[in-house]
């Protein structure tokens, strides 16, 4: 719960709701509901990221159903383009295989946001046709290693 304003503060930075899929800032109010159902929620999963003990982004993951879930993640605008996006999608997938059972991890990237695509992909997503993704999204998965 002490994350709650940090996050807050985040999810209305102008950079990523340029890159978010609501594209609209979220009242105080709102924010507070979902922060509370995100830390009780028992199929979801969200992880604050850290470089060098500094709060850069977050990693979420909501689990669909037995076999998906499905990942959000965004860093801050000054510690993108460094490749850190992709070490945190291959750690937050990595540790969600090892809490859940689920056999695949899906990731619903806008088509405008050619760098969030590209990490993905250089994170071992694989480009696919699911029908889950909202429209003007690409669909990604990466699929569980035996």
């Given at each position: 719960?002490?994350?709650?304003?940090?996050?807050?503060?985040?999810?209305?930075?102008?950079?990523?709701?340029?890159r978010g899929s609501l594209h609209r800032k979220v009242s105080w109010e709102e924010h507070e509901a979902w922060f509370?159902?995100?830390?009780?929620?028992?199929?979801?999963?969200?992880?604050?990221?850290?470089?060098?003990?500094?709060?850069?982004?977050?990693?979420?993951?909501?689990?669909?159903?037995?076999?998906?879930?499905?990942?959000?993640?965004?860093?801050?605008?000054?510690?993108?383009?460094?490749?850190?996006?992709?070490?945190?999608?291959?750690?937050?997938?990595?540790?969600?295989?090892?809490?859940?059972?689920?056999?695949?991890?899906?990731?619903?990237?806008?088509?405008?946001?050619?760098?969030?695509?590209?990490?993905?992909?250089?994170?071992?997503?694989?480009?696919?046709?699911?029908?889950?993704?909202?429209?003007?999204?690409?669909?990604?998965?990466?699929?569980?290693?035996?």
């Amino acid at each position: 719960m002490d994350d709650r304003e940090m996050v807050f503060g985040w999810r209305n930075d102008p950079f990523i709701l340029a890159r978010g899929s609501l594209h609209r800032k979220v009242s105080w109010e709102e924010h507070e509901a979902w922060f509370e159902r995100t830390i009780l929620e028992r199929n979801r999963k969200m992880f604050i990221v850290l470089q060098q003990n500094d709060p850069i982004g977050q990693i979420r993951f909501d689990r669909e159903d037995e076999r998906d879930c499905i990942v959000s993640v965004y860093l801050l605008g000054a510690f993108t383009g460094r490749g850190w996006g992709v070490q945190v999608i291959r750690m937050g997938c990595a540790e969600v295989f090892r809490a859940w059972d689920v056999e695949r991890v899906i990731a619903c990237v806008r088509v405008d946001n050619p760098g969030a695509r590209s990490g993905f992909l250089k994170a071992g997503f694989e480009e696919t046709e699911l029908g889950i993704c909202p429209a003007e999204h690409y669909s990604l998965v990466l699929s569980r290693k035996e």
